[in-house]
């Protein structure tokens, strides 16, 4: 008798829970059930911007993430069992729609992906798959609303994140999540599906530095993060949520949510019944806003597509950005002569992961003072976190850069008074910087050139106050759409 095989592709959905995708499978009549995910591009393959050496056309996948990415991947084989998960290597138009129809696969279901690359790969396999005469089924995931619950058409997405906050909140209400199935479609075959080669895989890759706060991937800790989280921590989340250093100042769940290992819904859920048991108050609410931030770079991508990466961003602004390798390096590497700045740039390089606002302070700085091209900082950023996802880094980043969707003007972050206001005995720093742990706080913030000379530690790369000036500057030329300096520049050669 003939069975019918059904398949999902995985993605950024690395879960049980809440899987529009899976549940359209089970709901075709699926009788045996495998999952698969290709190891290979979009995830595996070199960054989009090649950054001059030391920093070559990077990797994108750190291993940290790549660790993260196996593991969540191994809880999720033994969640779905008695289905199967196959891991295939290469070119995922090439590998799938071979595999799909060597194993007599009848349909194939995903989850509809926003970025253009991921898009790009769905397209390809949809059209090769085509060959073979088998669907590849895509439903909407990975969000906490359903395009068909905008109170607009993404097409009219607001620009301003509070007006969008304000409809939502207003007109829609997120879906509780889907369950996860009691249990699943066997898969029949019992030969290899590649996880000998994750195993083998995980072994070569570096454990987390002994300071990281270590993610263990999957569903299953993802889950229990989440409880561990709304059960105490989230009820002061407002008040913490600005700090550098601890476990629980922020949920953490940023790596989870990234690769699918919890939906959001299910995020959103859970934070509904702690309200309802512990009562809810404003630390509650605010973890809601910042999901509706992540809510709204997805859709704020899905409307602006290639636009989300262009130099001059959403405004079309022509702003003369630097490529400058030596600044580049030096703020990589946390030698920017900034404390706070190089503490949390150490602190990213070696963890893979650095707090909210130190990702605001370090993108204020790499686009401001040293305005250098944003897309090279979003670029490292994205092979250098551990829950790096598409929209977040790209959409924070163009808001950072002034060409995005901030109302509010030039806007930037002075590091020494962040640093004075959210690390205030300069315990952060001190932890990054050894070389400044011998100083008094105050004298931790911006040590003097004298100081810096005893302990070793680099005079600023940019004076503060010219730097912030000349981008001002700038900012509202372009803002203008007036000559920028580099036009200018290039007007003047002309003439030569
Ligand atoms: C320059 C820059 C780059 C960033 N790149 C990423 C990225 O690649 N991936 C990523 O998940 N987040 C990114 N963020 C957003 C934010 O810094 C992280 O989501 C957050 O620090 C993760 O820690 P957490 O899970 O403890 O967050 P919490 O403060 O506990 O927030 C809960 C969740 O809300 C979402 N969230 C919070 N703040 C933001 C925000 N500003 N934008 C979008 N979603 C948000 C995240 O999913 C987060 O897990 C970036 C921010 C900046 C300024």
Known sequence: ????????????????????????????????????????????????????????????????????????????????????????????????????????????????EIAPEEKRYQAAVQKALQAHGIPLKLVEGNALYEEAQLPFPVESLPFLFTRFRQLMERHATVKSPLPSPATLPPWPETEPTGLDFLKAHLQTLPPPPERAFVWQGGETAGLKRLQDYLSGP???????????????????????????????????ALLREAEKQHGANESTYWLFFELLWREYFRWLLKKEKGRFFAAGGLRDMHIPWQQDEKLFTAWVEGRTGYPIVDAAMRELKSTAWTSNRARQIVASVFTKNLLMDWRWGASYFETALIDYDTASNWGNWLYQAGVGTDGRGFRWFDPVRQARLYDAEATYIKTWLPELRSLSHTEAYFPTPQVRQRVGYPAPIVEWQPSLQRAKDTWYRALRGEPTGNQLLRLRADED
């Open 1 to 112: 008798m003939l069975v019918r095989k059904v398949a999902i592709w995985l993605l950024h959905d690395l879960r049980l829970h809440d899987h529009p995708a899976l549940q359209a499978a089970l709901a075709d009549g699926a009788e045996a059930l495998s999952f698969v995910y290709v190891w290979g591009p979009p995830h595996l393959s070199w960054g989009t911007f090649s950054y001059p050496a030391p920093y070559p056309a990077s990797r994108r996948l750190h291993p940290l993430r790549e660790r993260f990415l196996i593991e969540s991947l191994l809880d999720l084989s033994a969640r779905i069992r008695p289905a199967a998960l196959y891991i295939l290597q290469g070119e995922p138009h090439e590998v799938l729609p071979r595999w799909a129809a060597e194993k007599g696969i009848s349909a194939l279901y995903a989850h509809t």
């Open 234 to 268: 989230v009820f002061t989340y407002k008040q913490t949520r600005n700090n550098f250093l601890g476990e629980n100042f922020s949920s953490r769940l940023s790596p989870y949510l990234a690769l699918g290992c919890l939906s959001p819904r299910q995020v959103y």
